[in-house]
């Protein structure tokens, strides 16, 4: 037999809620006051990876930078819908799998499609495309 809903009943996560609060705290105070205080010439220098900072973390990125990140989490969502399917292949049979060529196929044309309109291309024009004659 289940019990009600009622505020009564929420006891339970109030108290864990009340015991978390003070273990951040708690954990905030000691490290205060166990932490060092010095203050040396290279306290507040940046400092990443083993290296020191060469230039502004404020650098501008290109927006094709953005697109091959977006493009990135795109497809690689799409392989979870792909690797979904393969556990589940022997319940779909022949029907799941006609419907995995024609994802497969969305995708594929959607890859080129990105392609042939220039979205992967990171770097300079090369000569290889077509150049219009001068005027």
Same mark, same amino acid.
């Given at each position: ?35 060092? *205080? ?12 083993? &290296?020191?900072?060469?230039? &502004?973390?404020?650098? *501008? ?5 953005? !697109? ?32 995995? !060529? ?13 392609? *042939? ?11 290889? *495309? ?6």
């Amino acid at each position: 037999m289940q019990t009600p809903f009622t505020i009564a009943n929420l006891w339970p996560m109030a108290v864990y809620f009340i015991f978390v609060i003070l273990l951040i705290l708690a954990m905030l105070v000691i490290s205060y006051l166990l932490g060092e *205080r010095h203050k040396g010439h290279a306290t507040d220098d940046p400092y990443e990876s083993g &290296s020191m900072l060469i230039s &502004s973390a404020r650098m *501008r990125l290109s927006a094709k930078f953005y !697109l091959v990140a977006v493009l990135f989490v795109i497809f690689d969502l799409e392989s979870v819908f792909i690797i979904t399917w393969a556990v589940a292949i022997r319940q779909l049979g022949w029907a799941g799998y006609a419907e995995i !060529l024609i994802f497969i196929g969305v995708l594929v044309a959607a890859l080129i499609y990105l392609w *042939r309109l220039g979205a992967l291309d990171w770097g300079p024009k090369s000569s290889y *495309r077509r150049k219009l004659p001068p005027e």
